[in-house]
């Protein structure tokens, strides 16, 4: 009669599960319930709009593929808050760390412009993962020496390493050939394979795939990953357990910012090949949303990244084929990201409630 005594346990998982499912799924309705309101009142052929909107990133392999591609390092972010959320971390630094991983990405293609690719594309990813890894260390190794808070750390480092990359793009970096504010391009044999012509989907996307069960494998297979989520769910369970709490302010911010520097590593050589002002799109912030979305776990990321792409996707093609603008896939993934917060914000009271 063992079997019992777990069914408490096994039921009550299952139930929170269902209530996450459909706390998401409302979510998710509402976002698009606001974004059916939106075209009906901006369009003056709405249903013109919505069929371009929902098929329009599948209506061929250019806009499949991009759609695609736009999705991959969006993985490597929503991973990387993942990696942080799991312990209790707060990384609002990504857009800064995709900033800087692509910096160091473009700064070796650049100065070893006749490598081979042999060479040259590894050397680039560890470029980017190594100067991200140790941005978002920094903070890390702030809250482990001096209990810095790390949502302040991480949000001020970023805008820092903004502003110094833009000033550098528009400065030393800067193709005098151009009119435009980017840098020179990378040569082209550091270009990641196209898989989906005339897409600029890459062979980055099935490496990103992979990354993504490794990081299951690591957090829910591993001794480490079990440390790691442990001392996200109770610091004083883990001390208690004997488990070295304060070495987890510093390992998941060193791998949180290590996939948000690929991310910018992964951007550049896959897709645009030189920097430019602006060039990580937002990556950072929706990296949250994802993980938000995917509740952390990083088989789940997966479709929340997709997810996030089809949006964009979406709105793309209903601008081009019909009357409404770009904004308004800012405005539904925007919704999404209030009201998972909210749930998440709700659920975090709940469990301390009963802690209480």
């Not at 990387?80 to 910096?103: D, H, P, R, T, W």
């Not at 528009?170 to 840098?183: M, N, Q, R």
């Not at 991310?263 to 990296?287: C, I």
Request: aromatic share 12%; with cysteine; net charge positive.
């Amino acid at each position: 009669m063992m079997w019992k005594r777990g069914a408490p346990l096994a039921t009550d998982r299952k139930s929170r599960y269902l209530a996450s499912v459909y706390g998401l799924g409302i979510s998710l309705g509402v976002a698009f319930l606001v974004m059916l309101i939106m075209i009906f009142i901006m369009s003056k052929a709405p249903m013109q709009t919505l069929y371009y909107f929902f098929v329009g990133p599948l209506m061929n392999k250019y806009y499949l593929g991009n759609m695609l591609n736009a999705a991959a390092p969006l993985i490597l972010t929503g991973l990387g808050i993942s990696f942080a959320f799991k312990s209790s971390m707060f990384n609002l630094g990504g857009e800064g760390q995709v900033y800087v991983g692509g910096l160091a990405a473009t700064a070796v293609c650049l100065m070893i412009p006749e490598m081979s690719a042999v060479i040259g594309i590894p050397l680039s990813l560890a470029a980017a993962l190594g100067a991200g890894a140790l941005v978002a260390g920094l903070s890390g190794y702030f809250k482990y020496k001096w209990k810095t808070d790390e949502l302040i750390s991480t949000f001020l480092i970023s805008n820092a390493l903004i502003f110094i990359v833009d000033n550098l793009i528009t400065g030393v970096l800067h193709d005098p050939e151009s009119s435009l504010l980017v840098s020179r391009k990378i040569a082209e044999q550091f270009w990641f394979l196209k898989i989906l012509l005339p897409s600029n989907l890459n062979i980055s996307i099935l490496f990103i795939l992979l990354l993504a069960v490794l990081a299951y494998f690591y957090l829910f297979k591993t001794h480490q990953g079990y440390e790691m989520r442990i001392t996200g769910l109770s610091p004083e369970f883990a001390r208690y357990g004997g488990i070295n709490v304060k070495k987890y302010f510093l390992i998941p911010m060193v791998l949180s910012g290590g996939l948000h520097g690929l991310a910018g590593a992964v951007s550049v050589m896959g897709t645009q090949h030189m920097l430019f002002k602006g060039f990580s799109g937002g990556m950072g912030w929706n990296g949250i949303a994802v993980a938000l979305i995917a509740r952390n776990h990083p088989i789940a990321v997966i479709p929340a990244a997709l997810f996030f792409a089809y949006i964009e996707a979406g709105a793309k093609s209903a601008m081009i084929n019909s009357d409404v603008t770009m904004e308004i896939a800012a405005v539904v993934q925007a919704v999404v990201f209030y009201l998972i917060t909210a749930k998440v914000i709700q659920d975090l009271a709940a469990r301390r409630s009963v802690k209480v």
